[in-house]
């Protein structure tokens, strides 16, 4: 029989994939703790946690464990007209980590359907309330995902560009820098005296697509401090910056005002299983509890709150708040740091930053001399059993929690191997 590389090109259509350029996929067989294993046995560490999911590495033992025991008593439940266990102990147990105004889960699928219902809480919260605001605010180079509500909001057009013409309104800010917030603040000053803006969609701290630009809670804070004197809802994409990844359980927690709203998915399941959560206050439920039918939130998805998924969500909360992991996580912001002094001044980088867990470097090159440079130089980390993705000229690290040292030191030493031959 042919490899799964080779029969994989029969039928499947890859994401984010021109399969006329890329038409051949690297076949991996199995994954623990941070390697992966391709169907030759070559291992990989996985430097990015396979899209920021992986945090407490692969097939972990613990949640591997309670979600076989849960797999033996409830698999799978409607959840419109039913309950169960799974989905009361994970509301209970994600609203202690949560900001503390944050008071109602809205379950779903994966990230891009929990923005999307974030994008639709905030639209029709004003609908219901009788006010015309149909414009949504979001930072210059955004992503949010896939969908029509998502798209609209995200600000990449390579994603885009077919569809645009079918999206809801939505007007740009600029990401906020110690040199441009006060005119940032003056502009959506006068622009909310229209007083037709419905929400505000915004990556705190770390814009993840738009190769790991990083910007400051201060200058955020006063964005969304100013927008919610206005009666803007604000909604807060935690998709990737959830769970610990900032160094604090959510990005949101490194500013004093929260937000109305908070997208979660990827590490919410560590990786597992897929599904998502949007959360809310109070008051924006409010808007929605009614005698009149039509003002209900009807929006759902048949695998809602599925027992499994609520299950391995529940177990990677319990890692999240343990002592190991909360160490393990402090280990890996000193490590980038020190990485970080060892190769900031080299002539060939031309930018670091680090948010958290996250830390990302700027190739001092000229992107166009090089050719394919994101395939060129992921192909060296893949040749030297390192897994990194870059996005252009950009090289970020969002690796495990549970990656040694001598694992994180790999990671390290194949980056700086590259400024050897680039």
């Known amino acids: 029989m042919k490899n799964i590389s080779e029969r994989d090109k029969k039928h499947i259509w890859h994401p984010l994939t021109q399969h006329k350029l890329h038409s ?82 809205f379950f779903s699928d994966n990230g891009s359907t929990a ?47 077919p569809f645009e013409d ?15 917030i006060s005119s940032i603040l003056e502009q959506l000053e006068q622009r909310l005296q229209k007083n037709d803006i419905a929400g505000f969609i915004y990556e705190p701290l770390i814009q993840g697509a738009a190769a790991m630009q990083m910007h400051d809670p201060e200058g955020l804070e006063k964005i969304v401090t100013l927008l919610k004197s206005y009666g803007v809802i604000t909604v807060a994409d935690e998709v990737m910056t959830g769970f ?28 597992l299983v897929p599904m998502a959560v949007t959360s809310c206050t109070q008051q924006i439920y409010d808007a929605f509890y009614s005698n009149e039918i039509s003002k209900g939130l009807f929006h759902g998805h048949t695998y809602t709150a599925n027992p499994l998924a609520c299950t391995a969500a529940l177990a990677g909360i319990a890692l999240l708040k343990s002592e190991e992991i909360q160490q393990n996580i402090q280990r890996i912001i000193t490590s980038h740091k020190k990485f970080d002094a060892e190769i900031k001044n080299n002539p060939k980088v031309a930018r670091t930053r680090q948010t958290g ?33 870059p996005l252009g000229n950009t090289i970020y690290i969002s690796a495990p929690y549970v990656i040694t040292k001598e694992q994180m030191q790999k990671i390290y030493d194949t980056i700086k191997s590259v400024l050897t031959i680039i």
């Open 24 to 105: 051949q996929m690297l076949g991996i067989t199995k994954a623990k703790g941070c390697v992966l294993y391709d169907e030759e046995g070559k291992e990989y560490i996985d430097g990015i946690s396979s899209w920021y999911t992986s945090v407490y590495g692969h097939c972990n033992d613990f949640i591997i464990e309670k979600v076989y025991a849960q797999m033996q008593q409830l698999d799978q439940v409607v959840f419109s007209g039913f309950t169960h266990e799974p989905a009361v102990k994970l509301s209970e147990e994600l609203i202690k980590i949560l900001p503390s105004n944050q008071q109602k889960l």
């Open 115 to 161: 923005t999307e219902i974030g994008i639709k809480m905030a639209l029709q919260y004003h609908f219901n309330k009788g006010e015309k605001k149909n414009v949504f605010l979001a930072f210059d180079d955004a992503f949010h995902g896939d969908t029509f509500g998502a798209m609209s909001v995200s600000g990449l057009s390579v994603y885009n560009g």
């Open 166 to 180: 079918f999206f809801i309104a939505v007007e740009r800010v600029k990401t906020p820098t110690q040199e441009n």
């Open 244 to 271: 610990g990844k900032t160094g604090k359980y959510f990005a949101s927690d490194h500013l004093s005002v929260k937000p109305d709203v908070m997208c979660m998915s990827k590490a919410l399941t560590a990786g």
């Open 357 to 389: 867990t996250i830390y990302a470097l700027d190739l001092n090159i000229e992107m166009e001399r090089y050719g394919n440079l994101r395939d060129k130089l992921m192909n060296h980390f893949m040749q030297n059993g390192v897994f990194l993705r």
